[in-house]
């Protein structure tokens, strides 16, 4: 599968827990990008990274998500401190340069 | 403040009937216009796309048809068939990104045989 890879696809957590997820993107996508998506509503941008730099940053992304992409392969996205509010799906996306989007299928979030 | 209007919220349609999807934007800065089908349990997938110097693009049985002067653009689907059942997404972005996108809350489409 050369798809874009989520894991895990499910995560149940306690509130006040960190969690961690993980996407691989498509091989030579230079592109990485992390969206929110919760029940009823279309995603939400996050944050994109270009190789290993992060160049945007969504007001969205409070400061307790972080995001990383070290030597632009793999990116993780961890939550500090979960509230239920997080609680949503969270969809990865890779591009090359800045052309199509391909989506994984999520590591969907609840958090109790 | 929602920057993408989708409507309606949901549609069915008979076989081989015409599904549309509408949307509206506010932000004239928009440029790139996608619509996204999305399957349960899927993440969403590019179906077409348009940009603003064209008013109509046809893929298969898939047509954006895009009104500048009204700030809107709708999603036909010709020839509707049962595994088209998904819910479709409209979306915009601004300086020509296809990554950074807006999207709206989605049509969930139900084609009855």
């Known amino acids: 599968d050369t798809g874009v890879s989520q894991n895990p696809r499910h995560k149940i957590t306690k509130r006040g827990q960190n969690v961690t997820f993980r996407c691989d993107p498509i091989?030579?996508?230079?592109?990485l990008y992390w969206y929110r998506q919760t029940l009823g509503q279309g995603p939400e941008f996050l944050t994109y990274?270009?190789?290993?730099?992060?160049?945007?940053k969504s007001r969205l992304l409070s400061d307790r998500f972080s995001a990383e992409r070290p030597k632009g392969s793999f990116s993780t996205l961890e939550i500090q401190r979960t509230e239920q509010g997080d609680s949503a799906m969270y969809l990865c996306?890779?591009?090359?340069?800045?052309?199509?989007?391909?989506f994984g299928s999520g590591t969907q979030l609840s958090v109790l | 403040q929602q920057q993408v209007k989708q409507s309606p919220q949901s549609l069915i349609v008979q076989k081989g009937g015409i599904s549309i999807i509408n949307c509206a934007y506010e932000?004239?800065?928009?440029?790139?216009f996608p619509w996204y089908q999305q399957f349960p349990g899927k993440g969403p997938a590019l179906l077409i796309a348009?940009?603003?110097?064209?008013s109509e693009k046809k893929e298969g049985r898939f047509t954006i048809s895009f009104n500048k002067s009204a700030k809107q653009f709708s999603l036909h689907i010709m020839d509707s068939q049962p595994g088209d059942s998904a819910t479709y997404f409209c979306?915009?972005?601004?300086?020509?990104?296809?990554?950074?996108?807006?999207f709206g809350k989605g049509t969930k489409l139900s084609v009855k045989p």
């Open positions: 932000n004239t800065a928009f440029d790139y």
């Open positions: 979306a915009a972005s601004t300086g020509g990104s296809q990554g950074n996108l807006i």
């Open positions: 990274f270009q190789n290993e730099a992060q160049l945007e």
């Open positions: 348009i940009r603003p110097d064209v």
């Open positions: 996306a890779s591009s090359l340069r800045d052309e199509k989007l391909f």
């Open positions: 091989s030579e996508h230079n592109r």
